[in-house]
């Protein structure tokens, strides 16, 4: 004999429950997915240096001594890769230090953390750097952050761009503008440039050195401070990094 079930509808409050339990498992996953495919990234990106390290080593150690004419290049190897490994490494660190963290918000005239950057990375840059400014909003954002965010797309401008052509830093409204005269952005990478690990095909066959988790780094910062960073092409040639901020209801 079968047993009579009851059917049952469910409240409304059960259903919402189980569709919200639902979809947070659900991210859960994609994100446990994501952080495997990091670490399997990451370790695959470590492995390459060591490799370098490894050969290099056992090249001084075969012909060092009948063959003394390798050594200079065998170490200046070395000092390649362990540049590279430093520049991953620091950059995971920064990653990891940034996944715990939450930063503080608060309003900031935007020409504030505009004339900061400039000042800094003027001080720091031997690039020649030309300064477009206009009147500019308050914004709500966490302006350390801000000024890191900044300063990676500021490096990938001098990175990407002919070392005798000028980096404009524009303000206006709610945005900051990095503008290179450089390698440009393909339409088709200009969403790829956020994900972790990738490198642009210009990047990649030019001997210009890079981890490709610069952007990937700048865009967790920026979607935790309420920042959107887009590219666009400079005429005739390069990018325009914008990004746009937050405007405060000050
Ligand atoms: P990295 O510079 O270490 O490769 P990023 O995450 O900072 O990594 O940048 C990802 C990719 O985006 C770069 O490899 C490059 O192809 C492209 N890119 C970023 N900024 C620029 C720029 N200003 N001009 C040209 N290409 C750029």
């Given at each position: 004999?079968e047993?009579?079930l009851p ?6 409050e ?5 569709e ?7 991210s ?5 997915l994501?952080?495997?495919d990091?670490i399997a ?12 390290f490894?050969g290099?080593l056992?090249?001084i150690h ?6 003394p ?9 070395l000092?390649?890769e362990?540049?590279?490994?430093q520049a991953l490494?620091?950059q ?8 715990g963290?939450t930063?503080?918000?608060s309003?900031y005239p ?5 004339d ?6 003027q ?7 030309r300064?477009e ?8 954002t ?11 797309i500021?490096?990938n401008?001098?990175k990407?761009?002919?070392?005798d052509s ?15 005269s ?6 088709a990478?200009r969403?790829k ?9 210009r ?5 210009i ?5 610069g ?11 309420g ?6 092409d400079h005429?005739?040639k390069?990018?325009?990094?914008q990004?746009?901020?937050?405007v405060?209801h000050?």
């Open positions: 004999i047993p009579q059917t049952i509808t469910a409240p409304a059960v259903r919402t429950l189980r919200t339990s639902v979809s947070w498992l659900e859960l996953r994609d994100q446990v994501h952080e495997k990091f990234n990451a370790s695959h990106e470590l492995k390459t240096p060591l490799a370098a490894r290099n056992a090249l075969r012909r060092g001594q009948s063959h004419e390798v050594i200079p290049q065998a170490l200046a190897h000092d390649q362990a540049e590279r490994m490494v620091s995971l660190l920064a990653m990891s230090h940034i996944e963290s930063a503080l918000q309003d935007l020409a504030l953390i505009f900061d950057f400039a000042a800094q990375v001080s720091e840059s031997s690039r020649e750097i300064i400014r206009q009147t500019a909003k308050w914004v709500l966490n302006q350390e952050n801000t000024l890191y965010v900044l300063k990676i500021f490096e401008a001098v990407y761009s002919p070392a000028p980096i404009i830093l524009r303000l206006k409204d709610n945005l900051i503008e990095i503008i290179d450089g390698l440009g952005i393909p339409v990478d969403k440039v956020f994900e972790r690990f990738f490198r642009g095909d990047a990649h066959s030019s001997t050195n890079g981890t490709g988790l952007l990937a780094l700048a865009a967790e910062l920026a979607e935790k401070n920042l959107t960073i887009r590219f666009f005429q005739p390069g990018t325009i990094a990004v746009s901020f937050t405060s000050k």
